[in-house]
């Protein structure tokens, strides 16, 4: 079994910065796509942000030059650095992995709450 634990959420003022954070643990051979998602109250969940095993990374349009996703695969780890903050990005945060551990399946993390107000 393979479990993902994230990290970084928290209250900010517009404008400012956060840093998510989500680490895997468990039976894993390697992890392929790592990606970030989001869901605000009311909506369905959005992709945001997902990075590949070459280090490619494709974002949605609304966090473009603003949210940066990363990997550390020592660590089967993703972050997401997200600066310049809105109101909009107010959301539960999931990470979600695929990996490799006999078979490929894909694992969610509990999800960290931003909210971004003044």
């Known amino acids: 079994q393979v479990q993902l634990v994230e990290s970084g959420g928290g209250v900010v003022q517009p404008g400012g910065s956060l840093r998510l954070s989500c680490t895997a643990s468990?039976?894993?051979?390697?992890?392929?796509?790592m990606a970030w998602y989001r869901q605000a109250p009311g909506k369905q969940r959005e992709l945001v942000a997902i990075i590949f095993t070459d280090g490619s990374a494709n974002y949605v349009e609304p966090v473009k030059g603003r949210f940066t996703i990363s990997r550390d695969n020592a660590k089967n780890s993703v972050y997401l650095q997200m600066n310049s903050l809105k109101p909009e990005d107010t959301a539960v945060y999931y990470c979600?992995?695929?990996?490799?551990?006999?078979?490929?399946?894909?694992?969610w993390g509990q999800g960290t709450q931003v909210t971004v107000s003044s």
């Open positions: 468990g039976r894993i051979f390697s992890i392929n796509r």
């Open positions: 979600n992995m695929f990996v490799h551990s006999g078979s490929v399946t894909s694992y």
